[in-house]
């Protein structure tokens, strides 16, 4: 069974960059036709897809966030890897790795295997 987990650091300071580790287990993430996301979720708010990395390495971003988000992976430690810069208090959000096969999907709402979350603040 596929599991993920989201790591990194739980409080960022504005203006700094984000980063966040995803680390998959249960399967590889260059298998194909396996796609790898992150989404997040504002208080109050929905789920916000961020952007994805394919079993191929290609990669993939929200319009609204792409200027600012970068994501990579390390196949020889089955992770992938999440940079979210110049970041404000509007980025405080619990922020999700998923995964999905075969298509990718920009909807947060169509995944099959999800990381617990973790809380990131944004704040001096």
């Known amino acids: 069974q596929v599991q993920l987990q989201e790591s990194g650091p739980g409080l960022v300071k504005p203006s700094q960059t984000l980063s966040l580790t995803c680390t998959v287990s249960g399967g590889s993430i260059t298998t194909n036709y396996y796609y790898w996301s992150w989404i997040r979720q504002p208080p109050g708010k929905g789920l916000e897809w961020m952007g994805a990395i394919a079993y191929s390495g290609s990669t993939y971003y929200s319009p609204s966030l792409k200027s600012r988000t970068s994501i990579s992976r390390d196949t020889s430690k089955n992770q992938f890897t999440l940079q979210l810069s110049s970041v404000t208090p509007e980025d405080t959000a619990v922020y999700y790795c998923?995964?999905?096969?075969?298509?990718?999907?920009?909807?947060?709402?169509?995944?099959?295997?999800w990381g617990q979350g973790t809380q990131v603040t944004v704040s001096s």
């Open positions: 998923a995964g999905r096969s075969p298509l990718l999907l920009t909807s947060p709402y169509e995944y099959d295997y």
